[in-house]
């Protein structure tokens, strides 16, 4: 096929020679200058590099056209979610069809009630290219809502209050807000405000009405490792603020009628010891991980005196079952394990102490907890998906140990989930060790290795991918394509020794595993590696590009969004917002074993003059986890040094940061794109791209893979 059609050539960006040295180590850096925000050089550069992406992808637009219609096609624009009740309201948002943004709005309990709109997301957002919700939370009278926004991407929340019954607005705007909680006085808000590099170091008490500057600084935590969080206990009885490093966590309390009081310590910081905190009656229930307990048990303390040495043990510390979260009610407790990377809810009925386990029956699946506000409710309400399962909001009777659908999520069109398949397999890493694998496809996918398929992967911080349904990726699935999960190292799928396992100097074992899922996938006939492309993002964009590295012929094509790809550099700028706190995720460069370690793994400094997969790698202007530079750098130095002319694109959303678009019409175009790369590229459509060469040419196109044939507060 052949398409009469003029491209731009590739841009190539200028070197600057710049040498960086630590530990008697030289680094020749050519393209630092990227990170030059704000120079028309810059700019017009990272523009060039998403139109040249644009001309590479135009005999692809009416793939996306047809992809985007898809999957618009499979959504209810007109819906609403399931409401929960916080006192005299019900709460909910819903979404108006064309509309970009839910609208947010509760009803009073009584039988003809009308609505009200607390928030509309979408009059919020008008003349902003990008929108974000942060905190939303009610005072306790219900006549009062903070909430903050951000219009940039770059996470910089200015926090607001309303009157919620003539719809006022607070002069006062308070910015650069991470977290936000309501005293029970509803003339008082506590707010924890962010440093120069985002980190949230400062809690405050602000009285409604009085000027910010007079705000009342209630603690500062002045260690750069860790982060300050502010919360309200469900039973609305305590204010709580931790201050939490990657290992290692501080909690401080004060009742939420009595704020102005002092703020009482559980337990001091020590090395290796997380913990966490919720309240009922007269005891705090805590999950911590002291003495060496990785997986975390749950112990009482007494309110009066929650010293850890008069903890009472409630649930044993067990190696093979990670306790993910502890929740608490007047009469019952929920408690989320994971065991063999699955989750499962225990609960405890607090009144008989009969305990049970919650079941669910399929192979791969993800539990979370729903808005459960009430501390006197009698049930449970939790989300259940999977692969085939759209999201489910069930009600679940602690009593009766029966559970109540209240709504599933529409797929329109038609679309039954006995007709997919999923599945849970497992790989061996090079050291023995077994490495889970979500797959799902249609059940009618051949497994003869001719099946193309997408690898995603992530394995960071302890956080498990999630196992959960997408109705976009129902384009994929429908076009012969099966889609995996490699669940590796650095994750939190088997707890958090699986985290240990991958991080600091384990680190290389992520990329390893990630390695030997595909090389298994390949093996059993899921895939080969000529009909196999690989993703990630953010972290799982590192995955990615230490792979490339390691096994460029390890696939066909590869798509890497916003991904942490100039590790040491970046780990060596403390004035970037998440480094310091990371130190104990990657390491620190400044002392010689992590920085030897680094340099073994990072994709950038990696980069050799070998044949690299086809690639799309995103980014966003105002992203402030992965800065944009790291993948403009990475595409600027491989275009520089590849030997082939295999298509390389950079496409930038220059008004969004780390998510990319706000708007779910916007979003989903994006979407639309990214599948068309790959379909495109795995040979799945009629539609083929330029290779890089005959873009500079206008010549014939080439199938997508040229010469080379062929992923809160975290990254």
């Known amino acids: 096929m052949s398409i009469d059609c003029s491209f731009p050539a590739p841009p190539v960006a200028r070197r600057i020679p710049q040498v960086l040295g630590i530990h008697g180590d030289l680094r020749r850096d050519d393209y630092s200058w990227l990170r030059d925000k704000d120079a028309p050089e810059v700019l017009a550069y990272l523009r060039a590099e998403s139109a040249f992406a644009d001309a590479m992808m135009q005999p692809t637009h009416s793939l996306q056209e047809e992809l985007y219609r898809e999957m618009v096609g499979r959504i209810k624009e007109d819906d609403s979610s399931v409401p929960f009740r916080r006192g005299a309201h019900l709460y909910y948002s819903r979404t108006e069809k064309g509309k ?85 006085d509803p003339g008082e808000v506590f707010y924890v405000a962010e440093d120069e590099a985002k980190r949230p170091y400062r809690l405050y008490r602000h009285r409604l009405g009085t000027p910010v500057a007079a705000d009342a600084l209630i603690y500062e935590e002045v260690d750069a490792l860790f982060r300050l969080h502010v919360w309200r206990s469900r039973s609305r009885a305590y204010l709580f603020a931790m201050s939490r490093s990657f290992t290692s966590a501080e909690v401080r309390y004060v009742r939420a009628d009595r704020p102005a009081g002092a703020w009482a310590l559980v337990a001091p910081r020590e090395k290796d010891h997380e913990y966490d905190i919720d309240h009922r009656g007269d005891l705090f229930y805590i999950r911590t991980n002291a003495g060496g307990m990785r997986n975390f048990r749950v112990v009482t303390a ?133 490495i889970p694998i979500s797959v799902v496809c249609r059940r009618e996918t051949p497994r003869d290795g001719t099946a193309p398929m997408i690898l995603a992967g992530y394995g960071a911080y302890g956080i498990p991918y999630p196992v959960t349904f997408s109705s976009s990726r129902l384009s994929l699935l429908d076009r012969g394509l099966t889609v995996a999960i490699a669940h590796v190292r650095g994750g939190g799928e088997m707890g958090k020794r699986w985290h240990d396992a991958g991080r600091m100097m384990a680190k290389r074992n992520s990329f390893t595993d990630f390695v030997a899922a595909a090389d298994f996938l390949a093996k059993v006939g899921y895939t080969a590696a000529d009909r196999l492309a690989i993703e990630g993002g953010s972290a ?16 066909r094509i590869a798509v890497l969004r916003v991904p942490f790809l100039d590790v040491i550099n970046t780990m060596l700028d403390e004035s970037l917002p998440l480094t310091v706190g990371e130190f104990e ?46 993948p403009a750098k990475y595409v600027a130095k491989l275009r520089a040094i590849r030997p082939d002319d295999t298509p390389l694109l950079l496409k930038i959303n220059m008004d969004a940061g780390h998510g990319g678009a706000s708007g779910r019409y916007d979003f989903l175009r994006e979407i639309a794109y990214d599948y068309a790369f790959v379909l495109a590229g795995l040979g799945c459509t009629d539609v083929a791209l330029a290779a890089d060469e005959a873009a500079v040419a206008g010549g014939p196109v080439a199938s997508l893979g040229g010469s080379a044939r062929r992923r809160a507060d975290a990254r």
């Not at 008008?126 to 942060?134: D, I, K, M, Q, V």
């Not at 230490?546 to 012929?553: E, G, Q």
């Open 302 to 434: 007494e309110v009066a005196d929650p010293r850890p040495e008069r903890w009472t043990e409630l649930i044993a510390h067990r190696d093979e079952v990670m306790l993910d979260d502890v929740e608490m009610f007047a009469e019952h407790c929920v408690i989320h394990e994971r065991e063999d990377g699955l989750v499962r809810l225990h609960v405890t009925d607090l009144e008989s102490g009969a305990t049970h386990h919650i079941a669910f029956p399929e192979p791969a699946y993800e539990v979370e907890s729903e808005a459960n506000v009430e501390f006197s409710a009698a049930t449970y309400r939790f989300r259940y998906e999977s692969l085939v399962t759209p999201a489910s909001v069930f009600d679940y009777d602690v009593r009766a140990r029966t559970r109540a659908l209240l709504k599933q999520t529409e797929v329109l069109g038609g679309y039954d989930p006995a007709a997919y398949r999923s599945e849970r397999v497992y790989a061996t890493a090079p050291d023995g060790v077994r």
């Open 100 to 184: 970009q943004y839910p609208i947010m709005c509760r009803k009073a309990l009584a039988p003809d009630a009308v609505e009200e709109v607390t928030l509309d997301l979408n009059a919020l957002a008008a003349g902003h290219p990008f929108f974000s919700l942060g905190a939303f939370t009610v005072s306790d009278d219900a006549n009062r809502l903070a909430y903050s926004t951000d219009v940039t991407g770059f996470r910089e929340y200015t926090l607001v209050t309303r009157d919620l019954r003539d719809g006022s607005e607070a002069a006062e705007r308070v910015p650069c807000v991470s977290g936000v909680a309501w005293g029970a």
């Open 540 to 555: 799982g964009g590192l995955l990615v590009g230490a792979v490339l590295n390691l096994r460029p012929d390890l696939c």
């Open 585 to 630: 995720e990657w390491g620190n460069p400044k002392i010689l074993e992590h920085y030897a370690y680094m340099a073994t793994y990072c994709p950038y400094s990696n980069l050799r003059p070998v044949a690299y997969p086809a690639m799309l790698v995103r980014t966003s202007l105002n992203d402030s986890q992965v800065m944009y530079w790291e």
